[in-house]
Antibody
């Protein structure tokens, strides 16, 4: 059974930094695009970033560009999200998710982790 | 950016009912629409991709349809475990965006 386990979410002050991790198992991690999606308390889902299998291509939502960096370590079956200059509006549960690429290169979400809560507050 | 508007925002229904949720896009989408189910305190679950393709293990009472800018998720006969919030999402181009969600409640 595919498993994605996120960790690293804590209470952090505005302007601070945090690194989230997602460890994958029971599938070939290195052959999948991966993504981070977040959900503010009581709100809807927001795509944050995704990364190609070899890390050569990354995409971000505008609100995190220049502050967040997505990365991966295929040897460790791990996905990361480095979050800098954190703001109150970054408070959310952060999910990692696998993506499936179709023959045209479009990516759909497949499996999701259980999420990790990041709270940005003084 | 592509805006997705779901209707209704909330819906009350009974077990056995047929339910339809609509997702309207602000731009033409080349059938790259997906649907997700989320229960309180849980991660989203992928239901449908490419408008109408069911993810593995998803019951056949769920179906998707639509084209251009208007898409629908239909549950043919509601089961107790189907009461949840449903989201549409496009993956036609960046940024990927989601609809605001439709909360399906028991009548």
């Amino acid at each position: 059974e595919v498993q994605l386990v996120e960790s690293g979410g804590v209470l952090v002050q505005p302007g601070g930094s945090l690194r989230l991790s997602c460890v994958a198992s029971a599938f070939t991690f290195s052959t999948h695009w991966m993504s981070w999606v977040r959900q503010a308390p009581g709100k809807g889902l927001e795509w944050v970033a995704n990364i190609k299998q070899d890390g050569s291509e990354r995409h971000y939502v505008d609100s995190v560009k220049g502050r967040f960096t997505i990365s991966r370590d295929n040897a460790e079956n791990s996905l990361y999200l480095q979050m800098n200059s954190l703001r109150g509006e970054d408070t959310a549960v952060y999910y990692c998710a696998t993506m499936v690429e179709d023959r045209t290169g479009h990516l759909s979400f497949d499996y999701w982790g259980q999420g990790t809560l990041v709270t940005v507050s003084s | 950016d592509i805006q997705l508007t779901q209707s209704p925002s909330s819906l009350s229904a009974s077990v056995g009912d047929r339910v339809t949720i609509t997702c309207r896009s602000s731009h033409v989408i080349n059938n790259y629409i997906a649907w997700f189910q989320q229960k309180p305190g849980k991660a989203p679950k992928s239901l449908i991709y490419a408008v109408s393709s069911l993810q593995s293990g998803v019951p056949s009472r769920f179906s998707g349809s639509g084209s251009v800018t208007d898409f629908t998720l239909t549950i043919s006969s509601l089961q107790p475990e189907d009461f949840a919030t449903y989201y549409c999402q496009h993956y036609d181009r960046y940024p990927i965006t989601f609809g605001q969600g439709t909360r399906l409640e028991m009548k």
